[in-house]
């Protein structure tokens, strides 16, 4: 076997129906004195007992959540956390929020916990960063991640449909990427397999019943499983394509998830073969056709025409994808992308 290496976690994961509601004893334990909650108005309204059962430690409340974390919003809040004095952080939802209090603790070293109520595992990776001049920059720190993370999926009954599918699938991308990193290990190819697995039985149940509490949680684990593969092994060509398209067309990382990554995967099948043979028994078939049927059956959009992209636009993002190399185990060139992105923009269906 070749040399490997295992990070071991920053952040303590509290699984279960109920869990949430040690959120203030969690707290408590950091030495929190003063919270500061981050949250969309959306999660506010739908968790409003999480925020009371603070009680007098709760010192604020940050509600202007925005997609891509603008710079803007990151710097309206470092204004109020320090406008208030505020200690700790207590975020509650997804991507969006979690990357606010992810720039928060890098900036001023806050205690951090997280209730994540979806599933793109966004709360288990080092990776931060913020939208600035029509750029999605982004870095890696272990020091962004919270301290503490809570998956109850109670909270997630609310969940609408479109996030639902959308950070389950942005989830479901960190686990195939995993599979080709540059530096693979075993681990990394056993969470995987168990990350996927969760995804599809948890989403298409948790579409199909919201309030299916054991389908949420299977998709709470897989988001989990997720963001534990991009700190081991990072992340790769797909979400660097769907970072851009972010950055510059304002598309919701988790839809672009939805369209991209059947068409990376159909690219990088010689290398997912070699890597997973096991998943071709699993799937009767090509996995990448599986994913793409997977989004097709949960309701997930199918082309990046319909998200309001341009055909005109696509030679500039093939073009942008490149100069930001990324590892990929498949050598690129802009013809490469510009063909993976035609297909996306068309919604081609992925050969079985």
């Known amino acids: 076997m070749e040399n490997w290496t295992y990070d071991a976690l920053e952040s303590r994961a509290c699984f279960g129906a109920g869990v949430a509601g040690q959120a203030a004893d969690e707290l408590i334990k950091l030495g929190a004195k003063r919270v500061m909650v981050i949250a969309s ?6 968790h409003a007992s999480v925020v009371g059962a603070l009680g007098s430690l709760h010192a604020s409340t940050f509600d202007g959540v925005l997609p891509h974390c603008p710079i803007e919003t990151v710097e309206a809040a470092a204004s109020q956390l320090k406008a208030v004095e505020a200690d700790s952080l207590l975020t509650i ?10 720039n928060l603790r890098l900036q001023f070293g806050v205690s951090s916990v997280v209730i994540s109520t979806t599933y793109s595992g966004a709360e288990m990776t080092p990776i931060y960063g913020a939208k600035s001049k029509g750029e999605k920059r982004t870095g890696r720190d272990p020091k962004a991640k919270p301290q503490v993370v809570i998956y109850d999926p109670l909270l997630t009954l609310s969940l609408p449909h479109v996030e639902t599918v959308s950070t389950g699938m942005n989830g479901l991308a960190h686990c195939v990427e995993a599979f080709y990193p540059k530096a693979p290990h075993p681990f990394a190819a056993a969470l995987a397999t168990a990350g996927i697995e969760a995804f599809f039985d948890g989403l298409p149940r948790s579409v199909d019943a919201p ?16 963001g534990l593969l991009v700190q081991q092994v990072g992340i790769g060509l797909h979400h660097k394509i769907c970072h851009i398209l972010g950055g510059r067309h304002d598309i919701p990382h988790g839809v672009s998830n939805s369209v991209v990554l059947p068409h990376v995967a159909q690219f990088n099948k010689q ?7 096991h998943l071709i028994e699993r799937f009767s078939g090509w996995p990448g056709k599986a994913i793409q049927n997977l989004a097709h059956r949960i309701g997930a959009p199918s082309d990046l025409r319909s998200l309001g992209l341009t055909r005109e636009a696509l030679p500039a993002l093939a073009e942008e994808t490149v100069a930001g190399s990324v590892y990929n185990p498949r050598p690129y060139d802009v013809a490469d992308i510009l063909e993976i992105l035609e297909a996306a923009w068309e919604g081609r269906a992925v050969e079985g």
């Open 41 to 46: 108005g959306g999660a506010l309204r739908r």
């Open 93 to 102: 939802g997804g991507g969006s929020a979690i990357g606010v209090a992810k």
């Open 211 to 226: 309030a299916d509490i054991g389908g949420r949680t299977r998709a709470l684990e897989g988001g989990f499983y997720g």
């Open 271 to 277: 290398a997912i073969l070699d890597a997973a043979p």
